[in-house]
C-alpha cells in the first residue's frame, strides 16, 4: 500500500512539474536563509575548539573608571591593567579557572639566520590552557612557573611552525625571536579559526615575558588586559558576579579618589558579542530581533506556498471524488496528500540544507568579517559541528512541512466530506 502511495505521489508531483519546482524553491530558499542565520550565530556563541567552554564562560572584556561618588556619567573605558586583573577576577573562589588574556596584536617572528614573518600575537598566563582546550602536535603549554618567573617562552600555531621550521613536530625546545628577543617554543597547536576571537593568535607568549605590566594608565587601573572566567557550571553565574563585585568594592577601597566598575560585566557568551565597549547590550532586544526575522522567514513564504498548494489541491476535487466514488476512504485521501507534501517538503529541505552549506562556505567573508579581525592573519574556518545545527534545521523543516499539510490537507479533508456528485461536479 505505501509503495502504491508513493507511486501516485510522485506522479501527481510530475504532473504540475512548474508548481512543484516552484513549491520546492520556495520552501528551501527559506530554510537556506535561515540555516545560514543559524550557522552564522552558531560560529560565534556555540561551543567549539578551542572555545570549547563557551557555555560555562564569563567575559570581561572592556572596564571603567570615574571620579568616586561621580554620578554625572562622566568615566574613562579601555581594557583593564594586570594590577586590576589580579585584584579583581584572579583571586575569585566560585570559578573554575580565570584567565588575563591581552588582544590581538602584530609581532616580528624570526629565525636568527632564517625565515621572517608578521604574525597575530597574544600575551596570556597559564590558566589561558584550562579555560580554552587547544590540540597541541608538539610539546605543551608554558607553566605556572614560566608566567611568574617572566621567562621567555612561547606557544606557536602548526602555520607558523611549518613556515619557520618546515614542520609541526620536534620544534618545541628550539628558539625563534619576537621582536628580536630570543623566546624558546613551549608547544606547537593546531591552526585556530578567527572566529575563535577570544583564543586566537599565532602566538602566545606569557604576559610577564611581554611586559604587559609595565602597560598600564589611568591610575594603573587600565591596560592591555580582560579577563575571561570559567565555571563549573553555569548555574554559578550568579555566585561568580556576586563574587566579583564584592572583589570590586574592596579594590576601590584601596583606590584614592577613583573607582573602577563594569557597567554589567561579566557577559555570557552572547552579550559578549554584542557588547561595544562602555555600551551596555540590549539582549532582549537582540532576541527579539531574531524570532522576528525568523518568523517573517518563515511565514512569508510558506503563506505564499500554501495559496500555491491550496490551489492545485482545488483543481483535484473532482479527482477525490471519482476515487470516492471506487471506494476510497477518507483516510486513505488524507494519506496519500501526507504523502505528497512530505516528498515535496522533503526534497526541499535537503535542497535547503545543501544549499546554506554552499552560501555559507563561499560567503564566509562576508558573513563573519568585520573590523575586529580585519588585520588578522589567521583565516576563517568553519567546523562540521558549526555547520551541522540539526533541530534548527529540523524545526523548519516541521514548520515548513505544517504549512503545506494545512493548505492541502483542509481542501482534501473538506473534499473527502462532501457528497460524491458534488466532488465530482466541483461545487
Known amino acids: 500500500m505505501f509503495r502504491l502511495y508513493l507511486q501516485q505521489a510522485l506522479y501527481h508531483l510530475r504532473e504540475n512539474p512548474i508548481i512543484t519546482w516552484v513549491s520546492v524553491l520556495g520552501t528551501a530558499l527559506s530554510i537556506c536563509i535561515i540555516m545560514v542565520i543559524v550557522i552564522t550565530l552558531r560560529a560565534r556563541v556555540a561551543d567549539c575548539a578551542p572555545e ?9 572584556p572592556n572596564m571603567s573608571y570615574r571620579a568616586k561618588g561621580d554620578d554625572s556619567g562622566n568615566s574613562a573605558n579601555s ?21 588575563l588574556t591581552s588582544g590581538n596584536y602584530k609581532m616580528r617572528v624570526s629565525l636568527p639566520a632564517g625565515t621572517k614573518l608578521a604574525a597575530d600575537a597574544r600575551m596570556t598566563d597559564e590558566d589561558f590552557w584550562t579555560v580554552f582546550q587547544f590540540r ?14 617572566g621567562l621567555p617562552r612561547v606557544v606557536i600555531s602548526a602555520g607558523v611552525a611549518r613556515r619557520l621550521f618546515g614542520k ?20 606547537v597547536v593546531a591552526d585556530v579559526s578567527t572566529l575563535a576571537s577570544d583564543a586566537y593568535a599565532q602566538v602566545w607568549i606569557p604576559y ?11 591610575y594603573n587601573l587600565m591596560g592591555p588586559m580582560k579577563a575571561v572566567i570559567l565555571a563549573k557550571s553555569p548555574a554559578d553565574f550568579p555566585a561568580i558576579r556576586e563574587e566579583c563585585e564584592k572583589l570590586r568594592r574592596k579594590y576601590n577601597d584601596a583606590q584614592e579618589g577613583v573607582e573602577v566598575f563594569y557597567r554589567g560585566q561579566p557577559d555570557t557568551q ?42 492545485r489541491m482545488r483543481k483535484r476535487t473532482a ?10 476512504t477518507g483516510g486513505e485521501l488524507m494519506r496519500q496528500v501526507f504523502l505528497e507534501n512530505l516528498l515535496l517538503t522533503i526534497l526541499a529541505g535537503i535542497l535547503g540544507l545543501l544549499l546554506s552549506y554552499g552560501a555559507t562556505i ?17 583565516e576563517t574556518t568553519l567546523s562540521a559541528s558549526t555547520l551541522l545545527s540539526p533541530w534548527i534545521f529540523l524545526a523548519a523543516l516541521a514548520f515548513c512541512l505544517l504549512m503545506n499539510l494545512l493548505s492541502a490537507g483542509i481542501p482534501a479533508w473538506r473534499a473527502s466530506r462532501m457528497n460524491i456528485a458534488d466532488a465530482i461536479n466541483q461545487r
Not at 611586559?211 to 594608565?217: F, K, M, V
Not at 477525490?320 to 476510497?328: L, P, Y
Request: aromatic letters at 8%.
Open 52 to 60: 570549547v567552554n563557551r557555555s560555562r564562560s564569563l567575559y570581561v
Open 79 to 99: 581594557m583593564m591593567s594586570v594590577q586590576t586583573g589580579r585584584e579583581c577576577f584572579k583571586p575569585l573562589t566560585t570559578a573554575e579557572a580565570v584567565t
Open 136 to 149: 597541541f602536535l608538539d610539546g605543551k603549554p608554558f607553566t605556572e612557573a614560566d608566567v611568574q618567573s
Open 168 to 187: 609541526t613536530e620536534g620544534v618545541a625546545g628550539q628558539h625563534l625571536e619576537l621582536n628580536h628577543v630570543d623566546y624558546q617554543v613551549a608547544g
Open 208 to 218: 610577564t615575558a611581554g611586559g604587559a605590566e609595565d602597560l598600564s594608565w589611568g
Open 270 to 311: 552572547l552579550a559578549h558579542l554584542y557588547r561595544k565597549w562602555s555600551s551596555e547590550p540590549d539582549m532582549a532586544g537582540v532576541t527579539l530581533r531574531y524570532v522576528t526575522v525568523m518568523l517573517i522567514l518563515l511565514i512569508v513564504p510558506a503563506i505564499n506556498l500554501s495559496s500555491m498548494t491550496l490551489s
Open 319 to 328: 479527482e477525490i471524488g471519482v476515487r470516492k466514488a471506487f471506494g476510497a
Open 362 to 378: 563561499a560567503l564566509s567573508d562576508f558573513l563573519f568579517g568585520n573590523q575586529a579581525n580585519a588585520m588578522l592573519a589567521g
